[in-house]
């Protein structure tokens, strides 16, 4: 079973440039997280789908991010224009079950992003 | 904000040793998970324990949780050089989300 893949691994791009990043979740999986970490420190829920719809978007830091799951398959985030402080790791996720505190999340490798 | 907080930052043991890390969060859960990330890699589930227990083992791993002091700890027994990764607790938000420490760094020395 093929497991979260997630598109590009790394980013270099310039301030004020466009970068967007792709998850493509395990088949099946409803559930669809983005989270990002910033050097060194923790990791921050960014959003949540649930199918094509987002569930929660509370983390998205501002409007320059974009998320997007058409037909509930793969998704989208959309940074548009980058910043400096944009840069770290940016983790999605996807599970079977909703609306349990207990679900298993199954991450992917991260896309690697770098604002210069 | 923050609500894991895993401490110590950074461990660096001799292969065959046991490693401890530890994690402290600031609100009532009803459980929490600790992940691995080795270096350029996906994060993985290593274990979960229920607010309502205390205990949990998986192979080498061993969790404790502490609700009344509001920690959990994470010993890996007979450490390997696989283990070398990073260990993130998280405990579970609003609707759903992870809240995640800044997680431990395990350096297992040849």
């Known amino acids: 079973e093929a497991g979260v893949t997630q598109f590009p691994s790394h980013s270099v791009i310039e301030k004020g440039q466009t970068v967007t990043l792709r998850c493509d979740p395990i088949s099946g999986h409803d559930n669809l997280y983005w989270y990002r970490r910033v050097m060194g420190k923790e990791i921050k829920f960014l959003l949540h789908f649930v199918k094509e719809s987002k569930q929660d978007e509370s983390g998205m830091p501002n409007n320059r991010f974009l998320a997007e799951r058409t037909g509930g398959t793969y998704s989208t985030l959309k940074v548009q224009p980058a910043e400096l402080e944009d840069s770290g790791v940016y983790f999605c996720a996807s599970s079977q079950m909703s609306g349990r505190y207990d679900e298993k999340l199954f991450f992917g490798s991260g896309t690697q992003l770098s604002v210069l | 904000s923050q609500q894991g907080e895993e401490d110590p930052q950074a461990l660096s043991i001799q292969e065959g040793e046991n490693a401890t890390m530890n994690c402290s969060y600031k609100?009532?859960?009803?459980?929490l998970q600790w992940y691995r990330q080795n270096s350029g890699r996906g994060l993985v589930h290593l274990i979960l324990?229920?607010?309502n227990e205390r205990e949990k083992h998986s192979g080498r791993l061993r969790v404790t949780l502490d609700t009344s002091k509001k920690s959990s700890s994470l010993l890996i027994t007979a450490s390997r050089a696989a283990d070398t990764a990073s260990y993130f607790c998280?405990?579970?938000?609003?609707?759903?989300?992870?809240?995640w420490g800044a997680g431990t760094k395990l350096i297992i020395k040849p």
């Open positions: 324990i229920r607010s």
């Open positions: 609100t009532s859960i009803n459980n």
């Open positions: 998280a405990t579970d938000g609003s609707n759903y989300q992870l809240i």
